[in-house]
């Protein structure tokens, strides 16, 4: 006897860009679909609703983290949380997409059952009761990084007498008027909540361990604006986009060719905004620019809450925490009511969801990824796993259009299967891996050994190539010889013993 069809043909795990961009596109290019979005949290947003310090914002510019089927109309092009979330609940709203929202619903595990050509969800419930879905295919959205834990780097505040704020746990009445902090870290949350707490406090200091490259741009698009007045908001939008997209490439591409000049280029829009006389050491990396990811610094507000007296940046070690602030072993003591520690994210993989085929467990980590939105031999999985070196939205627009397209192929061919079958004579015709590339950034390095493999070469890559990555997932056929499409029942037999010659 055949199987009830599953309760959807797609289920999406999580209501953030990523999930509520799949929606989007499905409605669009694959309308014939069923789907549901299951999301933790009682709001949609993702990143943008977790995190609450502030001045919370972008730094990548809205239109390239903005879709490629929504303008963006607000007039800063380096947006704020509250700006980001309207954006998304416009979308949702205009296009029907909250009606298919699950909210308070924690996806717990997830087995695909051959057999049945389906996914099998378990979910927890806000209230702790536990409920169950089916789906014949599972994209996740979850993001990257853990939403329940941040990175731990190890302090023992001791003594330390005043309060301690994790950004990622902020809470709504902290009162920091008049107040001295010290925020650990200088990625691109350090140089957003320091400017932004400057404006109350009595003093904020960023303590660095190591600096960070940082360039200044204005928080509005000037080209952008004026476009907007004299063509129509989708022409004006689209021309704004094909420019930052043409420009981040640049840009990257000039940093990893003639990283001496891009360097150079960063100092002097630092020496416009503080003057000749900065201190070039604490804006000077061990490393060179686009090796970590740029930290943004809209409208120079931090370098102006410097020149105004209200924050700094100090360069150290930290020896030890005392009741009055934080001890560096150089001796300094760096007096503190409050200490944010901006250290940076713990990354987690496909949402920390317990992912199983037929009931045996997946470690990701032995899995290759494929064109940077599958997985070797996952049948009917998708994930996002945004750039690191441009806007998170440009690989999730690409990832859901080519999603889309394998759900069409699908259907044209009756399969309810679609895997990405790699054999062992392709594994071992694989001569080089790189994880995350030369990028260094802490947050990456840490979590190398959890994350899935990565060849030099398509399709068993996540690359970070957007013009590139967008023409090949775009214009390559989805029957490519590797993505194998199957029937369950009989069909599912071949499947299964190309997996058997696959392990």
């Not at 008049?178 to 200088?186: E, N, P, R």
């Not at 100090?314 to 901006?342: M, Q």
């Amino acid at each position: 006897m055949l199987a009830p069809p599953p309760d959807y043909d797609v289920l999406i795990v999580g209501a953030g860009i990523s999930g509520i961009g799949m929606a989007a596109h499905m409605q669009m290019k694959a309308p014939h679909h069923s789907y549901a979005i299951v999301e933790r949290r009682e709001n949609l947003g993702g990143t943008w609703d977790l995190f609450r310090y502030p001045g919370i914002r972008s730094d990548s510019d809205m239109h390239t983290l903005g879709f490629d089927f929504e303008p963006w109309r607000h007039e800063k092009s380096i947006a704020d949380a509250p700006a980001i979330l309207d954006y998304l609940n416009t979308i949702v709203d205009e296009r029907g997409i909250r009606q298919h929202i699950r909210f308070g619903h924690r996806v717990v595990s997830a087995d695909f059952r051959e057999d049945e050509a389906r996914w099998h969800v378990e979910m927890e419930l806000d209230d702790g009761s536990t409920t169950h879905l089916t789906a014949n295919f599972l994209y996740l959205g979850a993001g990257y990084y853990d939403y329940d834990e941040p990175h731990d780097a190890g302090f023992q505040f001791g003594e330390f007498e005043g309060q301690v704020i994790h950004p990622q746990f902020w809470p709504e009445d902290l009162d920091y008027a008049g107040k001295k902090v010290v925020v650990i870290g200088s990625g691109a949350t350090a140089v957003t909540i320091v400017p932004s707490m400057a404006a109350k406090a009595g003093h904020v200091t960023m303590l660095q361990r190591t600096p960070t490259w940082m360039f200044a741009r204005p928080a509005k698009d000037k080209l952008a604006n004026f476009l907007r007045k004299i063509l129509p908001d989708g022409l004006a939008y689209k021309i704004t986009r094909f420019k930052n997209i043409k420009m981040q490439d640049i840009a990257f591409k000039t940093a990893r060719n003639k990283p001496e000049k891009v360097k150079q280029a960063l100092y002097k829009g630092i020496e416009k905004a503080l003057g000749p006389d900065f201190d070039k050491d604490t804006f000077t990396p061990p490393y060179n620019p686009w090796e970590q990811r740029l930290c943004l610094v809209p409208d120079d507000d931090l370098f102006e809450a410097m020149k105004a007296g209200k924050a700094d940046i100090v360069t150290g070690h930290i020896a030890g925490f005392e009741k009055d602030g934080v001890r560096l072993k150089s001796g300094e003591l760096l007096e503190a009511d409050i200490i944010v520690t901006a250290t940076g994210l713990k990354l987690a993989v496909a949402g920390k969801i317990s992912i199983s085929l037929g009931g045996e467990p997946i470690d990701f980590s032995q899995r290759f990824y494929y064109k940077g939105c599958m997985f070797s031999n996952v049948p009917n999985l998708a994930v996002v796993f945004g750039y690191i070196n441009a806007s998170w939205t440009l690989r999730a627009d690409i990832n859901s259009d080519f999603i889309c397209r394998v759900l069409r192929e699908m259907r044209a061919k009756g399969a309810a299967i679609a895997n990405p079958v790699m054999t062992r004579q392709m594994e071992a015709q694989i001569e080089e891996e790189d994880v995350f590339g030369d990028f260094s950034s802490g947050y990456l390095q840490r979590a190398k050994h959890i994350n899935p493999r990565n060849a030099t070469e398509y399709p068993w890559r996540l690359n970070q190539e957007y013009v590139h990555d967008r023409k090949k997932m775009a214009n390559d056929p989805v029957d490519d010889g590797v993505l194998v499409f199957a029937r369950p029942g009989a069909n599912a037999r071949a499947s299964h013993e190309q997996l058997e010659a696959a392990e």
